[in-house]
């Protein structure tokens, strides 16, 4: 339901969305300062240093969007993906947004997030770059985005196209999932289960 009416805002008041998003960063910001503050990751895959969206510049976010092919962008359609969007999320303190950067040559292997709600609620969501598909990073950024989701006490949720193989395997793989609904066109609504 929240779900729904977030992606209403979203796609047809973009202004009421603007002044929801802001006072709902505020409030989680406001609940969950401290418990951010003082988490810690332990399950950064090897070879990568994992980065806050944050202080990654806009330029290279474009850059990285830019280099995915059109079919990556099927099911991943959760924010725009130009400068001022991706800025725009950056200031957003209820969008915990990370990306995963190869340490060999600094390139961004993937970008992962939970988009968060101030009463408790992230919703899931990660791309891989390209040249990085296949080696495990989807599967890695759901446990970073579990690992920071229930270390700061959320319930995480995400959909997923049954059509999506890759992706519907990397979110079984790294989680306990409970199916919340079954959605129109072949999509899952899941609740991520802890443990
Ligand atoms: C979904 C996505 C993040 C997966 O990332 P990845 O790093 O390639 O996935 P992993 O290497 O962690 O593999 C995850 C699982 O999917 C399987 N898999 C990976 N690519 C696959 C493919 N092309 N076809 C079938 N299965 C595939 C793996 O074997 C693995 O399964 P297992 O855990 O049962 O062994 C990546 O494909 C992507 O960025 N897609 C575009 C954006 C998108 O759709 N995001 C998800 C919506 S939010």
Not at 160 to 172: G, L, Q, T
Request: glycine share 8%; net charge positive.
């Amino acid at each position: 339901m929240l779900y729904r009416l977030a992606h209403f805002l979203r796609d047809k008041l973009s202004w009421a969305w603007n002044i929801v998003e802001w006072l709902n960063g505020l409030v989680f910001w406001i609940r969950y300062r401290k418990k951010l503050s003082a988490f810690s990751f332990t399950t950064i895959p090897d070879g990568y240093d994992l980065v806050p969206l944050s202080i990654i510049p806009s330029t290279d976010m474009v850059l990285f969007f830019n280099h995915q092919p059109e079919e990556a962008y099927t099911y991943f359609m959760p924010h725009g993906f130009d400068e001022k969007s991706i800025e725009r999320l950056q200031r957003n303190r209820a969008f915990l947004g990370y990306v995963l950067v190869d340490k060999k040559n600094s390139k961004i292997g993937g970008y992962c997030f939970n988009r968060c709600f101030f009463h408790g609620q992230g919703f899931r969501g990660r791309m891989v770059d390209i040249d990085y598909r296949g080696k495990g990073l989807g599967t890695a950024m759901n446990k970073i985005l579990n690992e920071v989701g229930f270390g700061i006490g959320l319930r995480l949720f995400e959909t997923v196209s049954k059509n999506n193989v890759a992706s519907y395997r990397s979110a079984i793989s790294a989680s306990n999932v409970k199916i919340v609904k079954e959605m129109p066109e072949n999509e899952l609504y899941l609740e991520i289960l802890q443990g």
